[in-house]
């Protein structure tokens, strides 16, 4: 059997469409690889719309309606049976794979918090609330202190009929089931995602610098070795936050740099976004007039004379009840400076009021900036495909000649000069982090190892 590409369409796409509901992101990985195999394509192949493609056998099932579908899964994520399991032979065949090219993974540590003061903070769903600002502690950022402050709303017991207002009132996505004796927290009733980044601080790998480089990317205006690291900023994060809001990320959340001129077009160029609204900073109360609705996401750009391809400074999404999530500032690997972090910032993932949100861009551009906000109308990218790089299939060639194997994802990364233009074209790894239920239905972060 085969089926016919349409417009947009990947190969994840047509895998995940052909696999029962409920198919996890190894599984859907899998069929992927079956599919480029069928059709003599790499996984990361771009397609075009008409081009026919032929489905593997283990798609049969799926595409046949067979009961027995739910068996081919397993199947799909293990691969063929090797001819033998002996120690031997697995050596043998961990000697046959290549070495991967890339060795970032990413760690997590959950911040400490100290109290600073009460919050004001109306009723979420006629619940009376506790707030309370909370400073992340031990931690600097090069954008100042009003980066490093997050709010614990606390709802305390609640009764069955307030719990099902308060988890409608932020989009009814959480896997926190209901207890008469339980204490409810805000982050409670946010997305499985948004549950396990909140409040956690992402340290990262050491960089890679790739020898023999040098000509991957055509508009390097300082030609050198490319170093791939992997970091995240708050366009990735309001990316994969607004993706929670559409159901995605229920097994894992994709750790990775979002480019604001990527970031930009998508929302603003095409027609998958509502223009929601738009206020300028001595107005900034007046975001909450707007029909918001939790996964909305609200962009800060900067109100300058300077003409650049882009003013976004900052990407945020709106959970719900006057509450924002976001990453503040993009991670830094670097310590050249640990006195005053110039090189180096650790802004945890946050959940904020508006004020906590617009405090660190205010400082930073003077007040000069304007909010719009945006809502998404279709389902979203997934980021492999939306912040995609164009030096991905250069690299992934550089690693064949060297006996390696291109094991990460790669995303886009510019460089702007003064004058708006683009100085240089690099790239930036994607990590996927799975996610993992805690008996209470609360989610955490479940990276390998």
């Known amino acids: 059997m085969s089926v016919t590409v349409s417009r947009g369409q990947s190969l994840w796409a047509i895998a995940r469409e052909h ?25 990361t192949s771009k397609l075009r719309a008409g081009q026919a493609l032929a489905l593997p056998a283990s798609f049969t099932g799926t595409l046949a309606g067979n009961p027995t579908t739910s068996d081919a899964l397993p199947r799909l994520a293990a691969g063929p049976a090797p001819a033998s399991r002996t120690p031997l032979a697995t050596r043998a065949a961990q000697l046959a794979q290549p070495r991967p090219l890339l060795a970032l993974e990413p760690s997590f540590c959950a911040a400490t918090r100290v109290d600073e003061g009460a919050v004001a903070l109306g009723p979420i769903a006629g619940v009376p609330v506790t707030a309370v600002a909370q400073r992340f502690d031990g931690m600097k950022s090069s954008i100042g202190p009003d980066s490093l402050r997050t709010v614990d709303v606390r709802l305390g017991t609640l009764t069955q009929a307030q719990f099902d207002a308060v988890k409608t009132s932020f989009g009814g996505l959480t896997s926190v089931t209901f207890d008469p004796a339980r204490k409810y927290s805000a982050v409670d009733f946010l ?75 998508l929302v603003e160029e095409g027609a998958d976004f509502k223009h929601l609204g738009e206020v300028p900073a001595e107005k900034k109360e007046d975001l909450l007039k707007l029909d918001l609705k939790p996964g909305d996401i609200v962009q800060f750009d900067e109100v300058s004379d300077w003409a650049r391809m882009t003013m976004l400074l900052h990407s945020a999404v709106y959970v719900g009840n006057g509450l924002f999530f976001e990453k503040p500032n993009t991670e830094g690997a670097e310590k050249e400076d640990a006195a005053h972090y110039v090189h180096q910032d650790e802004t945890p993932f946050r959940l904020v009021t508006l004020d906590m949100m617009t405090a660190p861009i205010s400082q930073a551009v003077d007040g000069k900036y304007k909010m719009t906000a945006w809502r998404p109308l279709t389902a979203m990218k997934e980021p492999r495909d939306a912040f995609e790089s164009a030096l991905e299939g250069d690299f992934r060639k550089y690693a064949k000649g060297r006996g390696a194997a291109l094991n990460l994802e790669l995303v886009s990364m510019l460089e702007q000069g003064m004058a708006g233009n683009i100085r240089g074209e690099y790239a930036s790894a994607l990590v996927t982090v799975g996610l993992a239920q805690n008996p209470d239905g609360t989610t955490r972060l479940a990276p390998r190892g």
């Open 191 to 265: 997305p499985p995602a948004l549950q396990a980044l909140c409040g956690k601080d992402l340290d990262l790998p050491t960089d890679v610098k790739l020898k023999g480089t040098k000509k991957i990317g055509e508009i390097n205006m300082n030609p050198a070795d490319h170093t791939i690291g992997l970091t995240m900023n708050c366009h990735a994060t309001a990316w994969e936050a607004a993706r929670a809001f559409q159901g995605a990320n229920t097994d894992a959340v994709s750790i990775f740099y979002g480019e604001m001129v990527v970031m930009d077009g």
């Open 19 to 43: 696999l029962p509901e409920g198919a996890t992101r190894a599984q859907v990985q899998a069929a992927v690889r079956d599919l480029a195999q069928a059709n003599g394509l790499d996984a």
